[in-house]
């Protein structure tokens, strides 16, 4: 077997930016315009990056302070045991593959923009049958090395930023602060109501943004989960802190400029996705070719991450036990094949079928974002045990208040994005813990599950037969 490399800096850096500037950062107005005035953006842009920069500094903490073990899922173990473990690792599989059905959606509209044939939705036949030799084409490339993929990524990441600082500059130069201001609270999509601050509007306008604000931060854990591949665990945390840093800013000036230059019905108006309309207006029909190319390179490098990130995550399972052996068979290139194939069969059946779904972006990135929610809770949860574990620690009471602002966060984050994914994503809970099961007893644990895990079971499973009978009835 090769030896492999150890990342530096710039590719794990890079790979956090390729996770977040997916194709959520070309539509993300167009989604917030629907729900949220100028004003409540903003709010909710500050409550997002608040909880995340308290995920990032709790996760910096952690490697930090307990650099042993393999990226994020050794302190779910801590936090919860080895279910824990599962429950985290498994969720971050899931929001992965079934991610990639919303990259694989919007890089199909992206490049109808060039042949028509594809349809404007995503999911046509022509479409999904594009979009599936992309998946598998990425098995094979993913299959060839780790390490090489992600410094493509790297290289895909400074190409796709460029269309995006022609975007900021064209609308910089229209943005009128006046129109900015002007329904500063009241500003979105189909409000049929204009007036001043309302605490309430203003409340559900920011609830209304969550999840979109979500998807796009998915990717910062990247540099952890891979930290077992980086030069160092303390250049994998400095990576997180500057990519949430750098990451947020960019998306941030990007959703709400739009907000300046027209009221939020008329550039919610332009349709999907958001960035590329509003070029093309200013610029003609080349400001939108130029976006759509930018969009299929953007999403070709966070698809290459949201298949990294979920193959690591079973080999890591497999390698503690929690996965039959089976899930961590390395290739001599370090890639577990059959992991990586099994994620890339998973996604293509599920591409399938979303051509019998009305809005297969929006199911695809709001599923996605609600499994990656319940993997970054445990981190915040660790957090918090630690700091009541170790009364002596240094900086133990900052680390406390961080962990409790995050875990308020995760939870309100659940709570208000979509009760009902966060019941859907039990059903493959369900399918997990007997993959979990299996493994327990290769290893020869008399009982797979303790009597708090056959809880957690328990409640997974009313969560899995709820979300079925509401998905089934449309709610």
């Not at 409540?40 to 302070?65: D, E, H, P, R, Y």
């Not at 890591?316 to 890339?344: A, C, M």
């Amino acid at each position: 077997m090769e030896e492999r490399k150890k990342l530096g800096f710039f590719p794990m850096f890079a790979s956090i930016l390729a996770g977040m500037i997916g194709s959520g950062v070309y539509d993300l107005s167009y989604q917030l315009g629907l729900v949220a005035s100028p004003g409540a953006v903003i709010i909710a842009w500050a409550v997002c990056f608040i909880g995340m920069l308290t995920f990032t500094l709790s996760l910096m903490n952690l490697l930090n302070k307990e650099p042993e073990g393999d990226g994020l899922y050794v302190y779910a173990n801590k936090a919860a045991g080895p279910l824990g473990e599962f429950m985290s690792a498994w969720g971050y599989w899931m929001s992965g593959w079934i991610g990639n059905i919303a990259f694989a959606t919007m890089m199909m509209i992206a490049l109808s923009t060039f042949f028509p044939v594809l349809g404007d939705t995503g999911t046509s036949w022509p479409a999904i049958i594009v979009a599936s030799v992309v998946m598998w084409a990425l098995f094979f490339f993913i299959n060839r090395g780790v390490e090489s993929a992600m410094i493509i990524n790297s290289i895909l990441t400074v190409i796709k930023v460029i269309p995006l600082v022609l975007f900021f500059v064209v609308v910089v130069v229209s943005f009128n602060f006046g129109v900015f201001t002007t329904d500063f609270w009241t500003n979105f999509a189909g409000n049929v109501t204009h007036g001043g601050f309302d605490a309430q509007s203003v409340f559900d306008q920011v609830t209304n943004s969550i999840m979109s604000l979500v998807w796009v931060f998915m990717g910062i854990e990247t540099a952890a989960l891979m930290s077992r591949r980086a030069q160092s665990k303390s250049i994998a945390a400095s990576a997180s802190i500057t990519g949430l840093a750098c990451g947020t800013i960019l998306m941030f000036i990007i959703s709400i400029l739009p907000y300046g230059v027209m009221t939020a019905d008329e550039f919610v108006a332009l349709g999907e996705p958001s960035v590329a309309r509003m070029l093309e207006l200013y610029i003609g029909p080349i400001g939108g070719h130029l976006i759509s190319a930018a969009m299929v390179i953007s999403i070709l490098g966070a698809w290459i991450n949201y298949t990294l990130g979920p193959t690591e995550s079973l080999l890591i399972l497999s390698d503690h036990g929690l996965l039959p052996k089976k899930f961590g068979e390395l290739n001599d290139r370090g890639v577990p094949t059959f992991s990586l194939f099994l994620t890339t069969l998973l996604g293509n059946l599920l591409l399938i079928s979303m051509h019998f779904t009305e809005d297969a972006y929006n199911f695809g990135y709001s599923l996605s974002a609600s499994a990656i929610l319940i993997t970054w809770v445990f981190i915040t949860i660790y957090q918090v045990k630690r700091g009541i574990q170790h009364p002596d620690d240094p900086g133990r009471v900052k680390n406390l208040v961080i962990g409790v602002i995050g875990c308020v966060y995760f939870f309100y984050a659940m709570f208000v994005s979509g009760i009902s994914y966060i019941l859907l994503c039990g059903v493959l809970y369900v399918v997990g813990f007997f993959f979990y099961y299996k493994a327990r007893k290769d290893e020869g644990m008399e009982a797979a599950f303790n009597g708090r895990e056959k809880l957690a079971v328990a409640v997974a499973a009313v969560a899995a037969v709820v979300g079925l009978v509401m998905y089934v009835m449309g709610m």
